[in-house]
């Protein structure tokens, strides 16, 4: 092959590739915008799901922060896939407020002691450091036994709300370990691990209450 | 090449020449996405469209492209129609979009798609290649579908559970409950159960295959007995 033809060859490669960049450019641009609304619109209902509801006035997911401590809840520092970063909200945390006051924040946690790897819970503190709610993000645990702490699975994990380091005071654990929690049928190690790391996300919410519910940043958030 | 008949195609891509079935092309995300049918059927429509316009394209610029560099091209054609559509469905389909996940770009590594581009579309005319994509698409997506039926009957006891993920809030009471809650069988669902069903269903086309193979015989030999009374 002479180097006319190869010439010739390679810009019509470089031509088809411009022309496929282009298609994909083009659609990206037409869906960046629904796509972002999307995303959005998923993570309120993920954050809002673990708050009471009518006890805040802000947009929770304007108002978010960056952790404190990430690795006291069980985040991966390090390596990360794209979805390890997505489930873990990015090292983010969330405040809810009613008439400027924060009376409760969103965290992401990770009980690492799952049945197959991380679960990724979101739990939500009120300022009394009662649980607003608690909800999993992301697990891979097995179908039809451990995933039963999904909220769409079962009730279990809204046993969670109301709860507080003294309520039970020595009963955080699930009851085959002498707890108050309940365990599965088939399933125990799963159940452990989330009782375990919403206790540790109460305990971090108690060494960290003044940071979290410090209300300074309040007129940056208002200037967005 | 004329010679190709419509109707051919047709049962190559459902029938004869299943992708699913027969090739046994793709079973990646055959194995891994068909647990419900609602899961089964968003990747199945994503296949369809992705076979279909990559065929389409393919046909097009059959003239243009040259032997040496024809694989490239039809790589960064799939590549560019399968990011179109994940994108699309991002937009448009979120939740699905979030439960199929890792399987929708991975539809660029579907073996098959690759297959009809270089054996078929690349030599036919554009009207036939659209076809034989659809035919292709349909036949593998109907395995997909079938199996995630099978396997979310089986393992949950249940049928178009989540369609609202696909057909919007309309669909939110679509599920039907085939078997009492809480008697699946698990196994159904777990990796172990994609095999079993495929297995069950390639079984199945043989038999059916065999019958069908049985009976002709028996017609020909029937006529040919009538034709040649006994000499007895």
Same mark, same amino acid.
């Given at each position: ?23 994909? +450019?083009?659609?990206? *641009? =037409?869906?960046?915008? &629904?796509? #972002?609304?999307?995303?959005? $619109?998923?993570? !309120?209902?993920? /954050? ?39 489930? +873990?909200?990015?090292? *983010? =945390?969330?405040?809810? &407020?009613? #008439?400027?006051?924060?009376? $409760?924040?969103? !965290?992401?946690? /990770? ?39 999904? +909220? ?73 | ?232």
């Amino acid at each position: 092959m002479d180097l006319r033809q190869i010439v010739i060859t390679a810009a019509l490669l470089a031509g088809f590739t411009a022309v496929g960049v282009g298609l994909v +450019a083009l659609t990206q *641009q =037409g869906t960046e915008e &629904r796509i #972002a609304a999307n995303e959005k $619109a998923i993570m !309120l209902a993920r /954050v809002s799901a673990v708050l009471t509801p009518g006890s805040y006035d802000n947009d929770p997911i304007a108002d978010h922060f960056d952790l404190m401590a990430p690795e006291e809840l069980g985040l991966r520092l390090g390596l990360r896939t794209e979805a390890q970063t997505e489930a +873990a909200h990015g090292f *983010q =945390g969330y405040r809810a &407020r009613l #008439a400027n006051q924060v009376t $409760a924040v969103v !965290l992401p946690v /990770v009980a690492r002691e799952g049945y197959s790897g991380d679960i990724n819970l979101l739990v939500g503190v009120d300022a009394e450091g009662h649980i607003t709610g608690v909800r999993v993000t992301r697990h891979r645990e097995t179908p039809g036994l451990g995933d039963l702490i999904e +909220a769409s699975k079962s009730d279990w994990i809204l046993g969670f709300t109301g709860k507080s380091l003294d309520n039970p005071k020595n009963g955080w654990a699930v009851r085959k370990d002498g707890g108050e929690f309940d365990q599965f049928t088939g399933a125990t190690i799963t159940p452990r691990a989330v009782v375990r790391a919403v206790y540790n996300a109460l305990q971090y919410v108690q060494r960290h209450h003044a940071e979290l519910f410090e209300t300074e940043q309040l007129k940056e958030v208002a200037d967005e | 090449m004329s010679d190709v008949k419509l109707g051919n195609l047709a049962r190559d891509g459902l029938w004869k020449n299943n992708p699913a079935l027969v090739q046994i092309l793709g079973l990646c995300p055959l194995l891994a996405i068909s647990n419900t049918t609602i899961n089964a059927l968003g990747l199945a429509l994503a296949t369809l469209a992705a076979v279909l316009l990559s065929n389409i394209l393919v046909s097009l610029i059959r003239h243009w492209v040259r032997p040496e560099v024809r694989l490239p091209i039809f790589v960064l054609v799939i590549a560019s129609v399968v990011t179109t559509i994940e994108l699309i469905m991002n937009a448009f389909f979120h939740e699905l979009f979030l439960v199929l996940g890792i399987f929708i770009p991975l539809i660029v590594t579907n073996c098959f798609i690759i297959a009809r581009a270089e054996s078929f579309a690349s030599r036919h005319r554009v009207s036939l290649a659209a076809w034989d994509g659809l035919m292709m698409g349909l036949g593998f997506g109907l395995v997909l579908i079938v199996m995630g039926a099978m396997r979310e009957l089986v393992g949950f006891g249940t049928l178009l559970a989540n369609a609202e993920q696909l057909f919007g809030p309309i669909a939110h009471n679509w599920t039907i409950y085939v078997l009492p809650e809480e008697t699946g069988f698990l196994l159904a669902i777990l990796p172990p159960g994609a095999f079993m069903a495929l297995a069950l269903l390639i079984a199945l086309k043989q038999a059916i295959d065999r019958r069908l193979k049985e009976k002709a015989a028996a017609r020909v030999q029937l006529s040919v007995t009538t034709k040649q009374p006994a000499r007895t």
